[in-house]
């Protein structure tokens, strides 16, 4: 089977960028492994930067029952807090809920799904790419876009250079019912790591933090952790003391790696989480991975209708271009908000300097945001 497109990976990048090249007309396949809904590691909080986007592609992000979010608060390991405006605001819908409409949109808008996971790409000039999957299906493209995720066997296949190195990063996500500020999304610090909470549909909060390995390892189990180390945060010790766990267990992914990555890699435009991948702490990763699929597909539709079509080369060098000038400040800012807020020095001085300079805070969280999609 020939597609124009395959994408590989159904999550939020994948399933964008099939609902945009399917509404423009282009033939797109996407492969995804797993059978929705499902839930996923993930913050579960989006910058109200993808709403014009949504609009466009005809996605009603309020039938999801979202919770509305307008202010940011940030705690240090010793409960001293920094509270801010958001300034485009932001809305909590979990990854369950989101990912299996766009699935369902994508359905109807022509997309061809296949529910199967690649095991192997190969990239001929002369002929496109030649893809293997693990049900032995074997399917031609002109075009692939990566949308897999922060890891995958993929990646080691492709022998993508963070694939061959070990990560320290491990991430845990629950979701709990208890009284919280439905309006606020939370960052709270503590040894080795920091929590993000948020409100997302049926008023459950979404609770989805990032540890160091070693710091966790030293503790018997998940529960243990949260007792010992991260509820030496007044904040988290009376969150977990309050709230009532929904999840049988929480759910764990391990081995982020938080490296550059290539936006192209044998001749593969990725998106999402497979391009870049930004630290939990700027909160906005679910809003990148979305405009990184706008900026893929507007290229890939852009060129499918063109008389005189870019070549290959020339698709490749605008994506990174384009990708570069979208997120490279962000994940810049990423790595050195993260350097300071694991510092404990840093991290109570970062808390004097936003309490004599409060605009600072706002004006940090617009380096890790976007402007509005506009199509």
């Not at 939020?12 to 797109?28: D, E, F, K, N």
């Amino acid at each position: 089977m020939h597609s124009h497109v395959i994408i590989i990976g159904g999550g939020l990048a994948g399933l964008t960028s099939a609902i945009h090249l399917a509404r423009a007309g282009v033939p797109v396949t996407l492969i995804e492994k797993n059978v929705y809904p499902k839930h996923k590691v993930c913050g579960e909080y989006i910058s109200n930067e993808v709403l014009p986007y949504f609009d466009f592609l005809d996605i009603d992000i309020q039938s999801l029952q979202p919770t509305n979010i307008s202010k940011f608060l940030i705690t240090t390991k010793k409960g001293n807090c920094i509270e801010s405006e958001l300034p485009l605001g932001g809305f909590g819908v979990s990854r369950y809920t989101l990912d299996y409409y766009l699935w369902k949109k994508a359905t109807v808008s022509g997309v061809q799904l296949i529910q199967d996971q690649v095991i192997d790409i190969k990239y001929k000039q002369d002929t496109g790419f030649k893809i293997e999957t693990a049900k032995n299906q074997m399917l031609t493209s002109d075009y692939v876009i990566g949308a897999y995720g922060k890891r995958a066997q993929l990646d080691k296949k492709l022998q993508r250079d963070f694939s061959l190195k070990k990560s320290s990063w491990l991430a845990v996500k629950s979701h709990y019912t208890t009284n919280f500020e439905p309006n606020t999304v939370s960052l709270h610090n503590f040894d080795g790591g920091y929590c993000g909470l948020s409100m997302i549909e049926e008023q459950k909060v979404n609770a989805c933090y990032l540890v160091a390995y070693d710091s966790f390892k030293k503790h018997k189990n998940i529960t243990g952790f949260q007792k010992e180390i991260m509820e030496q945060n007044p904040y988290l010790h009376s969150f977990f003391k309050e709230a009532t766990l929904l999840f049988e267990k929480p759910i764990t992914i391990s081995q982020i790696n938080f490296d550059k990555k290539k936006a192209v890699e044998n001749h593969i435009l990725m998106t999402g989480d497979a391009a870049g991948l930004i630290h939990p702490l700027c909160g906005n990763g679910m809003a990148m991975a979305i405009q990184s699929a706008q900026i893929v597909s507007k290229l890939l539709a852009t060129n499918y209708f063109e008389t005189t079509k870019k070549s290959r080369k020339e698709i490749e060098k605008l994506y990174k271009k384009q990708w570069d000038q979208a997120f490279s400040k962000r994940l810049y800012t990423g790595r050195v908000l993260q350097k300071i807020l694991l510092n404990d020095r840093l991290q109570e001085l970062s808390y004097t300097l936003a309490n004599t300079m409060p605009a600072i805070v706002s004006k940090i969280i617009k380096q890790t945001h976007g402007a509005p999609l506009i199509c």
